[in-house]
T-cell receptor, first 116, second 115 residues
Framework: GAGVSQSPSNKVTEKGKDVELRCDPI?????LYWYRQSLGQGLEFLIY????????KSGLPSDRFSAERTGGSVSTLTIQRTQQEDSAVYLC??????????????FGEGSRLTVL | AQKVTQAQTEISVVEKEDVTLDCVYE???????LFWYKQPPSGELVFLIR??????QNEISGRYSWNFQKSTSSFNFTITASQVVDSAVYFC????????????FGSGTQLTVLP
């Protein structure tokens, strides 16, 4: 597709289970971001990938969270041993980023995670 | 540290009214970028504008206009003659040149335009 694609759009899971969220960025975009949006809150930065560089993981809230980006394209965000406070919408964005210059981010529609 | 404040949590206006969404930012960098994004009910954030810190010229795009004032660290967004389709959550965001990879978002303003 032409835009950023995320799956699943909705995920309900039980506390303690692991979940995987997928992001398929726009073809050719070198930068990929994960953000978290809790109810009524702004967007919280989680992790950033740029090309083959080491990812910026500074926003990950705990070691239960991890992400990878395979082949410079698709990314998977994994949350292990989910907790109720992990419930949020997880947004993925991609951009064609020039070094040192934040380009326009294109967002997906998000994956809504509910932890019971 | 960078910070973005959108003090208006919710705004309701009647169609055709003008409305201004406020954004105040904090940064220690002299080079930075400011953004506005729109999040309609569908959930997908839509990019509206990006300004760099060296360009204080106000911008107009159709019914949208932006007022960037470094003296007050503000980047306000005005919608003229609002329409029902403008109803959405609007986010202001800041990126410092030194950490251009991270956008810091404000908490958003829910705009409701009533018919």
């Amino acid at each position: 597709g032409a835009g950023v694609s995320q799956s699943p759009s909705n995920k309900v899971t039980e506390k303690g289970k692991d979940v995987e969220l997928r992001c398929d960025p726009i073809s050719g975009h070198t930068a990929l971001y994960w953000y978290r949006q809790s109810l009524g809150q702004g967007l919280e930065f989680l992790i950033y990938f740029q090309g083959n560089s080491a990812p910026d993981k500074s926003g990950l809230p705990s070691d239960r969270f991890s992400a990878e980006r395979t082949g410079g394209s698709v990314s998977t965000l994994t949350i292990q041993r989910t907790q109720q406070e992990d419930s949020a919408v997880y947004l993925c964005a991609s951009s064609f980023e020039v070094t040192g210059h934040t380009g326009e981010l294109f967002f997906g529609e998000g994956s809504r995670l509910t932890v019971l | 540290a960078q910070k973005v404040t959108q003090a208006q949590t919710e705004i309701s206006v009647v169609e055709k009214e003008d409305v201004t969404l406020d954004c105040v930012y904090e940064t220690r960098d002299t080079t930075y970028y400011l953004f506005w994004y729109k999040q309609p009910p569908s959930g997908e954030l839509v990019f509206l504008i990006r300004r760099n810190s060296f360009d204080e010229q106000n911008e107009i795009s159709g019914r949208y206009s932006w007022n960037f004032q470094k003296s007050t660290s503000s980047f306000n967004f005005t919608i003229t003659a609002s329409q029902v389709v403008d109803s959405a959550v609007y986010f202001c965001a800041l990126s410092e040149a030194g950490s251009a990879r991270q956008l810091t978002f404000g908490s958003g303003t829910q705009l409701t335009v009533l018919p």
